[in-house]
T-cell receptor, first 110, second 111 residues
Framework: AQRVTQPEKLLSVFKGAPVELKCNYS??????LFWYVQYSRQRLQLLLRHISRESIKGFTADLNKGETSFHLKKPFAQEEDSAMYYCALGRGSTLGRLYFGRGTQLTVWP | DAGVTQSPTHLIKTRGQQVTLRCSPK?????VSWYQQALGQGPQFIFQYYEEEERQRGNFPDRFSGHQFPNYSSELNVNALLLGDSALYLC??????????FGPGTRLTVL
């Protein structure tokens, strides 16, 4: 069965500190992994996807198939990064169904 | 393009009632998915519509049904509401698999 685990419900860091939001998944096939972000009073929006290998707003995430992880990282957190972050898993065979983790609330203190 | 739009924003119903939620996809998108997000949880997939047919379904009872219209807009219907149906209902549209754009959601409260 597919499952996405985000072990931290809450994460707090100070501005300028590195931040890492953890995501582990279980799926035996070839996964597609995503990070979605939801800023206060805004809709859920795609932050990045592993196949594009982009860096968005300074965030990067590397798919580690051996550890079944897709951790989100940023070397220097900013206050505007404070938001709810969701890791999501998609499978090519399911034509768009996403499996979400429960989310991590990131707070960046000044 | 306003992106994905949903109506209404908020809704209060009582147990046993029926509710219809509406979604208009982003321009150019032909696929609509619905998700339920309970408080403190991530979104859970309900079902997906493509070419006016339900293409796949998550683990939700038959009380949850939907429809897609020729203009790609969609409705989610929930019958015999239970207290546990209280949640944020999200609509997402896409034109490519897995590249989904979400609406602002409809907050349903069942009393």
């Amino acid at each position: 069965a597919q499952r996405v685990t985000q072990p931290e419900k809450l994460l707090s860091v100070f501005k300028g500190a590195p931040v890492e939001l953890k995501c582990n998944y279980s799926y035996s096939g070839s996964p597609e992994l995503f990070w979605y972000v939801q800023y206060s009073r805004q809709r859920l929006q795609l932050l990045l996807r592993h196949i594009s290998r982009e860096s968005i707003k300074g965030f990067t995430a590397d798919l580690n198939k051996g550890e079944t992880s897709f951790h989100l990282k940023k070397p220097f957190a900013q206050e505007e990064d404070s938001a709810m972050y969701y890791c999501a898993l998609g499978r090519g065979s399911t034509l768009g169904r996403l499996y979400f983790g429960r989310g991590t609330q990131l707070t960046v203190w000044p | 393009d306003a992106g994905v739009t949903q109506s209404p924003t908020h809704l209060i119903k009582t147990r046993g009632q029926q509710v219809t939620l509406r979604c208009s996809p982003k321009s150019g998108h032909d696929t609509v998915s619905w998700y339920q997000q309970a408080l403190g949880q991530g979104p859970q997939f309900i079902f997906q519509y493509y070419e006016e047919e339900e293409r796949q379904r998550g683990n939700f009872p038959d009380r949850f049904s939907g429809h897609q219209f020729p203009n790609y807009s969609s409705e989610l219907n929930v019958n015999a509401l239970l207290l546990g149906d209280s949640a944020l209902y999200l609509c997402a549209s896409s034109s490519l698999p897995n590249e989904q754009f979400f609406g602002p959601g409809t907050r349903l409260t069942v009393l």
